[in-house]
């Protein structure tokens, strides 16, 4: 498979066979997934690859979604990571400003980057992968499972393994949605987003498991019609990040 081709297969994965991913894979992937770009270099990522089985069995259940836990090949908790650039400022007498909305930025861009490339190492070698970002459901709770110090917090959680089976690929806005020319253009949206939204309603129709009656517009609207995870910015002043 090309990598283009292998980019437009993705598709989550939440059930795998158990068959249990190698410390060299492991390794493998981490290596690669650390040659992505890097805002400055700072490189403000680190991964917690959970290999006890009760630490795994808490993920699951303080991310909510014990399932894709229990017959994961591998699961791995990423965090956006200042207290590494920390150490390196008191290295050279320096006391870094690391909670500020600019860093907070650079901090989960990083760690996005990072995963994606991971992600993309994962499936070329045949595996499935699902992002869980239910990671941040309980922080404070998988923080303290973690001994997550200061300037450190978990974005996203990750479960990768052999799939079961494959699913498909759900159809993505089209380009003419997300691709803008010398200006933005709102205007396009009402035509476009109708037709995105029969173009959805037909996919959750047919699939071959969890079919159902849904909208792309609507989903959406649900989803963003109130405050979500509240909790997080009060969490992350916890451990150091102000916004100034």
């Given at each position: 498979?090309?990598?283009?081709?292998?980019?437009?297969?993705?598709?989550?994965?939440?059930?795998?066979?158990?068959?249990?991913?190698?410390?060299?894979?492991?390794?493998?992937?981490?290596?690669?997934?650390?040659?992505?770009?890097?805002?400055?270099?700072?490189?403000?990522?680190?991964?917690?690859?959970?290999?006890?089985e009760e630490k795994k069995q808490q993920l699951g259940e303080l991310s909510k979604n014990e399932f894709?836990?229990?017959?994961?090949?591998?699961?791995?908790?990423?965090?956006?990571?200042?207290?590494?650039?920390?150490?390196?400022?008191?290295?050279?007498?320096?006391?870094?400003?690391?909670?500020?909305?600019?860093?907070?930025?650079?901090?989960?861009?990083?760690?996005?980057?990072?995963?994606?490339?991971?992600?993309?190492?994962?499936?070329?070698?045949?595996y499935g992968i699902c992002y869980i970002g239910g990671a941040r459901n309980n922080p404070a709770e998988i923080s303290?499972?973690?001994?997550?110090?200061?300037?450190?917090?978990?974005?996203?959680?990750?479960?990768?393994?052999?799939?079961?089976?494959?699913?498909?690929?759900?159809?993505?806005?089209?380009?003419?949605?997300?691709?803008?020319?010398?200006?933005?253009?709102?205007?396009?949206?009402?035509?476009?987003?109708?037709?995105?939204?029969?173009?959805?309603?037909?996919?959750?129709?047919?699939?071959?498991?969890?079919?159902?009656?849904?909208?792309?517009?609507?989903?959406?609207?649900?989803?963003?019609?109130?405050?979500?995870?509240?909790?997080?910015?009060?969490?992350?002043?916890?451990?150091?990040?102000?916004?100034?």
């Open positions: 498979m090309s990598t283009k081709d292998l980019l437009r297969s993705h598709s989550s994965v939440r059930k795998y066979t158990g068959e249990v991913i190698s410390k060299e894979t492991v390794v493998d992937l981490i290596q690669t997934a650390q040659m992505a770009a890097s805002s400055h270099f700072v490189q403000a990522y680190s991964v917690i690859w959970i290999t006890d894709q836990f229990k017959t994961a090949g591998a699961a791995f908790l990423f965090c956006v990571d200042f207290k590494r650039l920390q150490v390196a400022g008191q290295k050279h007498g320096v006391d870094i400003v690391a909670d500020s909305a600019e860093n907070m930025l650079v901090g989960v861009a990083d760690v996005g980057i990072f995963a994606q490339n991971f992600v993309i190492a994962a499936e070329d070698a045949g303290e499972l973690f001994n997550l110090p200061e300037y450190v917090f978990p974005l996203f959680a990750m479960t990768i393994g052999t799939p079961t089976k494959r699913n498909e690929t759900k159809p993505r806005l089209p380009v003419e949605a997300i691709l803008h020319e010398n200006q933005y253009d709102v205007e396009k949206y009402d035509t476009l987003l109708n037709d995105y939204d029969a173009t959805m309603e037909s996919y959750y129709a047919s699939r071959s498991s969890n079919q159902k009656m849904a909208n792309w517009t609507k989903q959406m609207a649900d989803f963003l019609v109130e405050q979500r995870r509240p909790h997080i910015k009060e969490f992350l002043a916890t451990k150091g990040f102000n916004w100034k």
